[in-house]
């Protein structure tokens, strides 16, 4: 039976940022999820890599400040998915006072530590610039900056990375139990296609399992843990282009949450979130007519043109897996992590809470806390660029260009998403192409035989969802038969 040091259980950012540290430290390492990855939250998310501005109304200096220091890896290490947006925060008095907006943004522009992006500043909101879409009546504003980043790819290329550094990648493929024996685990696994069973030893189980961290411990792992989690879930719409700037909102409501208006896709604009608490009978989660009524509402306080649910051309619902502090408001719940660390014989570190930003500082506090048990290499993650980001010190606009230049007969905006998507990786999917012929099946959307081939082959992609909604977004710019055909030729990949 083959023994692993770390099996990670779970295939999300948590669980993918782990795996790639430890295998990055030497260690033999296993990750499995049970479904594809980047299924459940980590693709369910509003796609920004930032502080948390309104974290620090809740006193979270902890969390924002690293969460900012992480901004500045992220931008760095991921420069084809991440980069900077400017976010706009039309200003009402009768919800926050302007001396209270500035003193937070002056602290969220100096809690981590040198940044690259500009500082905030106050804002005229006209209708040519800054209040571009809003109502007349906002006149006023304040800008700053944080990170867009594409959340499904991230986790993608987190494993990639992990693979490439010697860990075994399992998609579909559920742990169905575990137990200690000796001084290792025996986790049992269940490929879902086939149905069979198989085990595999770890000296070291890490619980990443996300929204069913505490199910896994309950059920599979039959443990128990003084760990709760408080499952939230977060919706989002996405509706036709508010307007045609690249800054996004940031919106104040009277039920003191905020919520999103972000530029997407180039024709859309993505409006989220919501704070609804669920249980696990609620997964996987889907978006309630409340919530879709009240995302319209909360844009439509502040859009020219109204917000109507009639509009909505696609949504998406995640459940972010809170470890409970006892505070009953979900808004109020703390987005910060803890590292359980089970040490009833082989270790089990289960992972409760975090968010997608600080993904990369979890691992490596997950490292720390199991130094006892694996040899103590120094972090790597911060220094080595993701699968597609070796830049080599050029930034995007430079890496473009090039591309430009080498595949002059290819539609320029096609040329762009692409790079987004793979970065300097792009080169493998175009290899010898000349003429948009050469890219083979064109199946609508931006998506080319090509690709679609790469994604199977190398992302593990098996099933149409999982290349049109995670992989790429293609599936947002196709008609329902184009989405069908990408189905056919998926099922005849199997």
Same mark, same amino acid.
């Given at each position: 039976?083959?023994?692993?040091?770390?099996?990670?259980?779970?295939?999300?950012?948590?669980?993918?940022?782990?795996?790639?540290?430890?295998?990055?430290?030497?260690?033999?390492?296993? @990750?499995?999820?049970? &479904?594809?990855?980047?299924?459940?939250?980590?693709?369910?998310?509003?796609?920004?890599?930032?502080?948390? $501005?309104? %974290?620090?109304?809740?006193?979270?200096?902890?969390?924002?400040?690293?969460?900012?220091?992480?901004?500045?890896?992220?931008?760095?290490?991921?420069?084809?998915?991440?980069?900077?947006?400017?976010?706009? @925060?039309?200003?009402?008095?009768?919800?926050?006072?302007?001396?209270?907006?500035?003193?937070?943004?002056?602290?969220?522009?100096?809690?981590?530590?040198?940044?690259?992006?500009?500082?905030?500043?106050?804002?005229? @909101?006209?209708?040519?610039?800054?209040?571009?879409?809003?109502?007349?009546?906002?006149?006023?504003?304040?800008?700053? %900056?944080?990170?867009?980043?594409?959340?499904?790819?991230?986790?993608?290329?987190?494993?990639?990375?992990?693979?490439?550094?010697?860990?075994?990648?399992?998609?579909?493929?559920?742990?169905?139990?575990?137990?200690?024996?000796?001084?290792?685990?025996?986790?049992?696994?269940?490929?879902?296609?086939?149905?069979?069973?198989?085990?595999?030893?770890?000296?070291? #189980?890490? &619980?990443?399992?996300?929204?069913?961290?505490?199910?896994?411990?309950?059920?599979?792992? &039959?443990?128990?843990?003084?760990?709760?989690?408080?499952?939230?879930?977060?919706?989002?719409?996405?509706?036709?282009?508010?307007?045609?700037?690249?800054?996004?909102?940031?919106?104040?409501?009277?039920?003191?949450?905020?919520?999103?208006?972000?530029?997407?896709?180039?024709?859309?604009?993505?409006?989220?979130?919501?704070?609804?608490?669920?249980?696990?009978?609620?997964?996987?989660?889907?978006?309630?007519?409340?919530?879709?009524?009240?995302?319209?509402?909360?844009?439509?306080?502040?859009?020219?043109?109204?917000?109507?649910?009639?509009?909505?051309?696609? &949504? %998406?619902?995640?459940?972010?897996?809170?470890?409970?502090?006892?505070?009953?408001?979900?808004?109020?719940?703390?987005?910060? =992590?803890?590292? #359980?660390?089970?040490?009833?014989?082989?270790?089990?570190?289960?992972?409760?809470?975090?968010?997608?930003?600080?993904?990369?500082?979890?691992?490596?506090?997950?490292?720390?806390?199991?130094?006892?048990?694996?040899?103590?290499?120094?972090?790597?993650?911060?220094?080595?660029?993701?699968?597609?980001?070796?830049?080599?010190?050029?930034?995007?606009?430079?890496? $473009?260009?090039?591309?430009?230049?080498? %595949?002059?007969k290819l539609d320029p905006r096609w040329l762009v998403r692409l790079l987004r998507r793979h970065g300097t990786l792009a080169g493998k999917i175009l290899d010898d192409v000349k003429t948009k012929a050469d890219l083979g099946e064109d199946f609508?959307?931006?998506?080319?035989?090509?690709?679609?081939? =790469?994604?199977?082959?190398?992302?593990?992609?098996?099933?149409?969802?999982?290349?049109?909604?995670?992989?790429?977004?293609?599936?947002?710019?196709?008609?329902?038969?184009?989405?069908?055909?990408?189905?056919?030729?998926?099922?005849?990949?199997?």
């Amino acid at each position: 039976m083959e023994l692993y040091d770390i099996a990670v259980i779970g295939g999300g950012i948590n669980g993918a940022g782990v795996a790639r540290d430890a295998a990055g430290r030497g260690l033999k390492v296993l @990750l499995a999820e049970q &479904n594809d990855f980047a299924s459940a939250t980590s693709s369910a998310s509003t796609k920004l890599i930032h502080g948390g $501005l309104r %974290y620090l109304e809740y006193y979270e200096f902890r969390l924002v400040s690293e969460s900012l220091a992480e901004r500045e890896v992220m931008l760095r290490i991921a420069p084809h998915i991440i980069w900077p947006l400017e976010f706009v @925060l039309p200003h009402e008095r009768h919800l926050r006072q302007a001396w209270m907006i500035r003193a937070g943004l002056f602290l969220y522009d100096h809690i981590g530590g040198r940044t690259s992006l500009p500082k905030s500043r106050t804002v005229r @909101l006209d209708a040519e610039g800054h209040g571009a879409g809003l109502k007349p009546e906002f006149t006023r504003g304040f800008a700053y %900056y944080d990170a867009w980043v594409d959340d499904a790819r991230l986790v993608l290329l987190t494993l990639c990375s992990a693979r490439a550094h010697g860990a075994t990648v399992l998609a579909r493929t559920r742990c169905t139990g575990a137990r200690r024996e000796g001084d290792a685990w025996r986790v049992t696994l269940r490929d879902q296609a086939s149905c069979k069973e198989y085990e595999v030893h770890a000296r070291i #189980l890490v &619980n990443a399992a996300g929204p069913w961290v505490k199910s896994l411990l309950d059920r599979e792992l &039959n443990i128990e843990s003084p760990g709760r989690v408080r499952l939230v879930k977060g919706s989002h719409i996405v509706v036709p282009r508010i307007h045609d700037k690249r800054y996004a909102y940031i919106l104040q409501n009277p039920d003191r949450r905020v919520v999103f208006m972000i530029p997407y896709e180039r024709e859309f604009t993505l409006i989220g979130t919501t704070d609804v608490q669920v249980t696990e009978r609620d997964l996987p989660a889907t978006v309630s007519a409340d919530e879709l009524a009240y995302l319209c509402a909360a844009a439509s306080r502040y859009s020219a043109r109204a917000i109507t649910t009639e509009q909505v051309l696609w &949504n %998406y619902s995640g459940v972010r897996p809170l470890y409970d502090d006892g505070r009953e408001d979900p808004s109020a719940i703390t987005r910060d =992590y803890e590292l #359980l660390l089970d040490e009833q014989g082989p270790p089990l570190l289960s992972i409760f809470g975090g968010k997608i930003t600080t993904y990369r500082k979890l691992a490596e506090h997950v490292m720390d806390k199991l130094a006892r048990w694996v040899p103590a290499h120094r972090p790597w993650t911060h220094a080595e660029a993701l699968p597609g980001g070796d830049f080599g010190g050029r930034d995007f606009a430079t890496v $473009l260009d090039e591309f430009h230049a080498r %595949y002059s007969k290819l539609d320029p905006r096609w040329l762009v998403r692409l790079l987004r998507r793979h970065g300097t990786l792009a080169g493998k999917i175009l290899d010898d192409v000349k003429t948009k012929a050469d890219l083979g099946e064109d199946f609508g959307g931006g998506l080319y035989e090509r690709e679609l081939v =790469y994604l199977i082959e190398h992302e593990w992609a098996r099933a149409a969802e999982d290349v049109l909604w995670r992989r790429t977004k293609c599936g947002l710019h196709m008609s329902a038969e184009q989405r069908s055909r990408v189905a056919e030729r998926m099922a005849g990949a199997r």
